[in-house]
């Protein structure tokens, strides 16, 4: 958090950056603490862009944002970056939710990006695995999020960067045999799915 700050406050100057740093889910004293620091980061946001990549986290914030009615957009990728996934959820205008999206994907009405099957690794001392990937493809994954992300913010601004019409933008970057290929992006509405509990009135 210290060393983006600095980048940021750096390059980018007339730019106020607020630095908190927090291990959410911590069990070392830090009991009861996660939602009060969240509550601090998400006050009068007009945007939550989510790139942990972890599933958890990616249902814990795109609640959040619901619940304060904040556009909220994640992006991630792949194991061995062969591909990747952006979503954007506006409440009240977009049909489906976080859960509708991974209905979707579980039942592939919305494609899975590639990833390598070999691809995750086990750093010694490190609870989780996690993979590697060349870092010109992991950019276009974030900068096709940072799109989204400007759009969403330009929305109804004259004269501001377009807004996209779609929620789900899936990257192919690898093909099945894991042979590189050009830039392959399909998008989709994100649709409520049936079985979604976000379909049941309050």
Known sequence: AAAIKQFL??????????????FIGNAMGTSGQDLKILDELLDNADLVYDATAELGLQHLFSDLAAERSVPYICASTTTGAW????ARICAGKTEGCWNCLQWHLMESAIPTPPNDPSGLVQPKGCGDPTFTGAGCDVSEIALAGVRLAVATLCRGQRGGYPDFEWDVGVLALRDAAGRAIAS?????????????????DP
């Open 184 to 200: 392959r992006w399909n998008t989709f509405s994100l649709s409520r799915h049936p079985k979604c509990t976000c379909r049941k």
């Open 9 to 22: 406050s750096t390059h980018y100057p007339y730019t106020n950056v607020i630095a908190h740093q927090h």
């Open 83 to 86: 591909g990747g996934l952006i």
